[in-house]
């Protein structure tokens, strides 16, 4: 309820409504799988919350503080899988989309101007954010001319994410066309449900630990990016991250020490300055 509103019980769906926002929704979660940045599927619904005509919800493996460019190009892959499932399967599009572009649209806007993430324009400052927890609109800080190839360059990176979620879901069509019947059939599923259709299609057997409600555990994360999964890879990143938290302890420990001898050396320092005080 918190995240997309209240459930619409008095809302009736068409059939053919049903079926568009399913294959939207199934394309942003087919869209997310095969991107490596992106979090896990919790759940995918089809039934009216808030101002949504249909939700994919994502579990966080881990916390983050920043954001990388792939991950950020992932992303865009994600919000326009929507977009492209309906352009692919039912060869019209709808206005279903209108949020996944918006955001989209801010995203690669806010890559090429604010993050320096351009080959074009490089480490450049094109906009700058004045104000941001009022009105947080962004200030433009280049000329017209250039404002207008700000505008090129983040149609051609939404256009190259869009053929990228297009080649995607073209090849999982079978994957797209299953999980939207199942929708469709059960409105709401859960992120084990959609790996179950998933295997079942593709006679693939990817092994994702969930809990009883069906939420991706979070030892998980690096199982849950893709289909090719290097399993010796994964071990290795594991041992590696062991090793890392161990470095980190000891330093810790090894600072700690220091600290503590510091402290004590002034103590010493201190009394034998009282010492003299009193001879004097």
Known sequence: ????????????ISDKEKKLTAYH??????ATYYTEGQDPVHQISIIPRGMAGGYTLYRPVEDRNYTSKNEMLDNLVSLLGGRVAEALVLGDI????????????????NMITQYGM???????GLESVQNRYLDGRPVQNCADATAA????????????CYDKAYEKLSENRDVLDKLAEFLVEKETIT?????????????????????????????NSMFTSGFDVDLEKAAD?????KAQEKAAEKEAKKK??????EAEKKAVEKKDVEKRVRVY
């Open 1 to 12: 309820k918190c995240v997309v509103g209240t459930e619409k019980k008095s809302h009736k």
């Open 25 to 30: 929704e199934a394309g942003h979660a087919i």
């Open 94 to 109: 709808s206005t279903g989309a209108s949020n996944d572009i918006q955001r989209a649209t801010a995203l690669a806007r």
């Open 118 to 124: 351009s080959d074009r324009f490089g480490l450049m």
């Open 149 to 160: 190839l700000i505008d090129n360059e983040v149609m051609e990176l939404l256009k190259q």
């Open 191 to 219: 992120g084990k449900e959609f790996m179950d259709i998933f295997n079942q299609v593709t006679g693939k057997n990817i092994e994702i630990k969930m809990n009883e409600k069906g939420e991706v555990l979070s030892e």
């Open 237 to 241: 990143l594991k041992e590696a991250k």
């Open 256 to 261: 700690k020490k220091k600290e503590k001898k």
